[in-house]
């Protein structure tokens, strides 16, 4: 029987925290963080991200504003927008919500963005000083696994971790903060030949492949750490991670629920990157 890794708790938590840092920062300097959150068209899912972003902020207590612009915005607009929130001094924290409308280049917008207020950390100088390991901001996603694997007391150091996906939003970031944790590092993707084998080799098996209930309980070593990082919708709506729940489960040491495991990490992680943005500003 595995260890069920409570996100929903330990993102709680550290909101927690966050807050009562907020609170007393603002006393010491009279500054409030704040995230400027951009969304452009009508994306339903993205608009339930931008609607908790906003929650979280209030929770916390950022000031925060949230720009909903039409689906037929040009690059010239949002562009102003973007240099506008650069020299807004009370916006600490900028995010664009992906993904753009086709017509929208997502690259040049990313590269536009301050890197001081890159609070995703998508931004090709906080990409860089990721893998230097000299940063100020994680991306949302893999910081948050770090903080689940950290405060479930799982030790990183000399683990065989298995990362399987390489995007550059969570399986590459994932890849380097665990190698900076001292794990001994594989990264597998769909070229990865018998991916079965290596995944057993896992102690800690992190899995960002958006492929629902992929990882069986024969892909997984007994004893690991199953760290479940996909969201898929199933036909009947329901939520479900990439990892066979039901199988893996039985052979696990811990594991994260889909829902209530990696997923409320990733807002609370952006709350703590815009806190540290306002720091930043009188470092
Ligand atoms: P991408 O689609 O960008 O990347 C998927 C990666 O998985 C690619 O590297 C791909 O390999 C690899 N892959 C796909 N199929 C296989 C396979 N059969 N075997 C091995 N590797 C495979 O996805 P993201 O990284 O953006 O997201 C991954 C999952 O995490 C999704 O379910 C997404 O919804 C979820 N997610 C959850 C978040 C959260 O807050 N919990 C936040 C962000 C994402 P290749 O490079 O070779 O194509």
Redesign the pocket.
């Known amino acids: 029987m595995a260890k069920i890794i409570d996100g929903k708790a330990i993102s709680a938590q550290i909101r927690a925290e966050i807050k009562e840092e907020t609170a007393a920062f603002a006393k010491e300097t009279g500054i409030t963080p704040g995230l400027a959150v951009i969304i452009v068209g009508t994306d339903p899912a993205s608009q339930v991200y931008v609607r908790n972003k906003r929650r979280a902020c209030d929770e916390v207590g950022f000031y925060s504003e949230s720009y909903e612009l039409p689906e037929e915005t040009t690059m010239e607009e949002l562009i102003a927008l973007v240099d506008k929130l650069n020299g807004d001094e009370k916006i600490h924290g900028i995010l664009c919500q992906l993904p753009l409308p086709k017509h929208l280049d997502e690259k040049e917008i990313i590269n536009r963005i301050s890197p001081e207020k890159d609070v995703d950390a998508f931004h090709p100088v906080n990409v860089g000083k990721i893998m230097i390991g000299d940063y100020d901001f994680l991306p949302c ?1 893999p910081a948050g696994v770090m903080q689940l694997i950290k405060r479930s007391g799982i030790e990183v150091a000399g683990k065989e971790c298995v990362v ?4 550059n ?3 590459k970031p994932q890849a380097m903060l665990l190698l900076h944790a001292n794990g001994t590092v594989t990264v ?5 030949k018998d ?1 079965a084998e290596v995944c057993r080799r896992a102690d800690i098996l992190v899995a ?4 629902a209930d ?1 990882f069986t309980g024969d892909m997984v070593k007994e004893g690991a750490v199953v760290i479940d ?4 919708r199933r036909a009947d709506g329901k939520l479900t991670g ?1 990892v066979d729940f039901a199988s893996v489960e039985p052979k696990a040491s811990y594991i994260t629920p889909v829902p209530g495991g ?2 409320p990490m ?1 807002i609370t992680m952006l709350m703590q990157n815009t806190l540290t943005a306002a720091k930043r500003r009188v470092r």
Request: hydrophobic share 35%.
């Open positions: 996603t399987v996906g390489r995007s939003i969570v399986g597998c993707h769909s070229r990865t991916l960002a492949i958006g492929k992929f990082v996909g969201m898929n990439d990696v997923g990733t």
